[in-house]
């Protein structure tokens, strides 16, 4: 009796050291990335390239936890995100803003170069313009012979104080506007987890 007594706890605390043991271990990063992409896809009105925000994001990192991987650097990537609040986001959810904003998803530095001319001087009414104006969004393409980094020429000298310059608006902002721009970013916070996690051993 005294035998099967110590085979069984000694089962049962393989099997714990076992359940422990998977508990601890990572998801495959195509697990998490599966995840992140089945979120936005299940978002009403959601299209592949549309300009993301914080309040769409924030969910992902709670599935990603259920998933087996808690997001150590979650707030630095999130304030990565543009807020929901902020003036490129309002206006690319309107039904004027969403079909420009699709037209021009696919250019290089694209959202980045709209986010800083939304924080210059009069930088809101340009952007209104690109919404109003029909072919608009041929002067944010690549092929375009305007050079869209011009525009930071155009701010009087006394509003350029803080303003983003014509070298900015040929520079990626590091944010991160997009859903592949954020699992870009989430694999290398994944990448870091894991050697860590090698260090710790």
Do not use: C
């Amino acid at each position: 009796m005294k035998l099967r007594t110590i085979l069984l706890a000694t089962v049962q605390l393989a099997a714990s050291f076992s359940l422990t043991f998977a508990a601890d271990e990572l998801p495959s990063f195509a697990k998490a990335e599966g995840i992140v992409r089945r979120h936005f896809q299940s978002l009403t009105g959601y299209q592949s390239g549309d300009l993301i925000s914080r309040s769409q994001v924030e969910p992902v990192f709670d599935a990603l936890e259920r998933l087996g991987w808690k997001v150590g650097d979650r707030a630095e990537i999130l304030n990565s995100v543009l807020p929901d609040g902020s003036y490129l986001v309002q206006q690319f959810r309107s039904d004027k803003g969403q079909p420009f904003m699709r037209k021009v998803s696919g250019e290089r530095l694209a959202y980045d170069r709209l986010d800083q001319i939304s924080r210059m001087p009069g930088g809101k009414l340009m952007i209104q313009d690109f919404l109003r104006f029909r072919n608009s969004e041929l002067s944010l393409s690549s092929k375009s012979p305007l050079d869209i980094s011009r525009i930071a020429r155009l701010q009087p000298k006394e509003n350029r104080s803080g303003a983003p310059s014509e070298a900015d608006l040929d520079k990626p902002t590091g944010r991160l506007y997009t859903v592949d721009a954020l699992v870009a970013r989430l694999e290398q916070s994944y990448e870091a987890e894991i050697a860590r996690r090698k260090q710790a051993k």
